[in-house]
């Protein structure tokens, strides 16, 4: 549920929503994004609910979720000839393919360590994903709200990392272990590399930019991590599975639906002392869950509380910017 119920549905809504700004044509429209979201709250429930029909309808649901977004994002990108995004249909596609292949292993019953390794095939594309947006918008964000600040693209060390993120997904599947090793440690440099030189120290007073570079150095993080478990590096099994989601995934999800919902609401922006407060949750939320990888009396404890600062930080979001959401035109 974390991964593609929340995560990849993320992913999936501001990519479709970029994707206007990108090619000039609106992938979606309002009917379809009812569907769409009829599909998300389908599958939601169908998971939740006893019986092999209620998984049959909720597996059809999502899985038909990730193929219309590919389509319509298709579209729009292939009519518009948009050709820096050719790619991203087929990575939200390969979102769905990944939860295919993860459903069908629960279907069947598989072991604890096939639903693993199909697990981390999606949390990879999802990797590869997030760093793909981060490396466009961060950026963008910084220079827009820094004065005098220029930020170099560098896109072949991005073309570079998006490849060995890539092959990293691949010798993932076909068990090639050094392969993987290499291509994760590439990936997961440049990120860390990259960070550096959008110049951390310029953005130090700005909530609203530092929580970004701060999630996405927690994705390299932690995909320096998952080439050290592979290469043989002992530590606790799940540790690189929760520094890419929480350390990566949650911190980089709360800077940016903040950022854009404020952008595309028509706000100044700044942040208020519930977004503030949203931020330091979550990483909190991402400390306390590693701190509960390991084994004392007091784990279940950091474990609880993770879980409680992760709801109140998202809460704090939903309650904040909902009201903001249903009004017809945004005000300061």
């Excluded at 997904?169 to 997961?188: K, P, Y």
């Amino acid at each position: 549920e974390m991964l593609w119920g929340f995560v990849a549905t993320i992913a999936v809504g501001f990519l479709l929503t970029a994707g206007a700004s990108w090619t000039g044509i609106r992938p979606v429209g309002q009917r379809l994004l009812g569907v769409l979201c009829l599909l998300w709250l389908t599958a939601r429930v169908g998971f939740l609910t006893a019986g092999r029909v209620a998984f049959y309808v909720a597996t059809l649901a999502e899985l038909s979720l990730f193929l219309l977004a590919a389509v319509a994002m298709g579209r729009a990108v292939f009519r518009a000839r948009n050709r820096l995004n050719y790619a991203v249909p087929f990575l939200i596609a390969a979102l769905g393919i990944a939860d295919l292949a993860f459903l069908l292993a629960v279907w069947r019953g598989s072991d604890y360590a096939d639903l693993m390794l199909r697990l981390q095939v999606g949390l990879r594309c999802m990797a590869l994903i997030a760093l793909l947006i981060s490396r466009r918008v961060i950026p963008f964000f910084a220079m827009r709200a820094v004065p005098d600040l220029v930020i170099p693209m560098h896109v072949r060390t991005g073309q570079l990392q998006v490849a060995a993120a890539f092959t990293s997904i691949v010798s993932l599947i076909a068990g090639l272990r050094s392969l993987q090793v290499i291509s994760l440690t590439v990936a997961g440099t440049i990120a860390l590399w990259q960070v550096l030189a959008w110049k951390p120290l310029a953005v130090r007073t700005r909530p609203l930019l530092w929580i970004l570079y701060l999630g996405y150095a927690g994705l390299g993080i932690g995909l320096l991590a998952s080439a050290a478990q592979v290469a043989g590096v002992p530590m606790p099994r799940v540790l690189p599975v929760h520094l890419i989601a929480m350390v990566g995934f949650s911190v980089l999800i709360i800077g940016m639906v903040t950022r854009t919902a404020l952008g595309h609401l028509g706000r100044r922006m700044s942040l208020d002392h519930s977004m503030v407060w949203s931020y330091g949750l979550v990483v909190a939320a991402a400390l306390l869950r590693i701190g509960a990888l390991w084994p004392a009396a007091w784990a279940v404890h950091l474990l609880h509380l993770s879980t409680v600062a992760w709801v109140a930080a998202f809460g704090l979001y939903v309650g904040r910017f909902t009201p903001w959401m249903l009004r017809h035109t945004p005000t300061d």
